[in-house]
């Protein structure tokens, strides 16, 4: 099947650093990459769409500016946290749709456990 | 946009017995609903999935229904073993590679 390879697995920084989390689709073209937060017992809560070539769509109370997304290949999106805090803290997971006509379906990176300091 | 919620937030069954999850959603335009099983810090595993223009699907010990009119759907699951032991998410998408909402999780817990 497809798959998302996401890296780093896991991450610590400094705070006011920023990080970058890259995710590529290996053996198909997505030209839309979902960017998901989940922090500890909750739910995955979408951050932003990523298209190739245009701009990220931002979901409400989401900074743009903080968590800064590039999608410029079909096969390669990076969301870079910039000037990360304690409470950035938390498991970033990207997801593409999957690529097959026949069935509706997404395919999820292994996600990054990114902790602050 | 679409409003997912799910319930109960955490199940525990005893190994055989069943368990049940339901969702409800809130879009009339959904029509994917996914249900994931999630690992501590893994990534979310498809366990089982349904589109709007069926109203159940089975495999093995698990299967979906799903009510459109009612909007809600459920997760069922026979035969309960440790290894079910997880968080449990459903979803909503209105397809057409738009983005899945997600439920708030169910922790199932299965007890020998």
């Avoid at chain 1, 931002?58 to 290949?73: C, M, P, T």
């Avoid at chain 1, 969301?79 to 026949?102: G, K």
């Avoid at chain 2, 998408?93 to 738009?98: L, M, V």
Wanted: with cysteine; net charge neutral; proline share 3%.
């Amino acid at each position: 099947g497809a798959v998302v390879s996401q890296h780093p697995s896991w991450v610590i920084c400094k705070s006011g650093t920023s990080v970058k989390i890259e995710c590529r689709s290996l053996d198909f073209q997505a030209t839309t990459m979902f960017w998901y937060r989940q922090f500890p017992k909750q739910s995955l809560m979408l951050m932003a769409t990523s298209n190739e070539g245009s701009k990220a769509t931002y979901e409400q109370g989401v900074e743009k500016d903080k968590f800064l997304i590039n999608h410029a290949s079909l096969t390669l999106s990076t969301l870079t946290v910039t000037s990360a805090h304690p409470e950035d803290s938390s498991f970033y997971i990207c997801s593409a749709r999957e690529p097959s006509r026949d069935r509706v379906g997404y395919t999820f990176g292994s996600g990054t456990r990114l902790t602050v300091v | 946009g679409e409003n997912v919620e799910q319930h109960p937030s955490t199940l525990s069954v005893q190994e055989g017995d069943s368990a049940v999850i339901k969702c409800t959603y809130s879009d009339s335009a959904s029509n994917y609903f996914p249900w994931y099983k999630q690992e501590l810090g893994k990534r979310p595993q498809l366990i089982i999935d349904i589109r709007s223009n069926v109203g159940e699907k089975k495999d093995q010990r698990i299967a979906v229904t799903l009510n459109k009119t009612a909007k809600h759907f459920s997760l069922h699951i026979t035969e309960t073993q440790p290894e079910d032991s997880a968080v449990y998410f459903c979803a909503a998408s209105t397809g057409g590679g738009n983005k899945l909402t997600f439920g708030t999780g169910t922790q199932l817990k299965v007890e020998l």
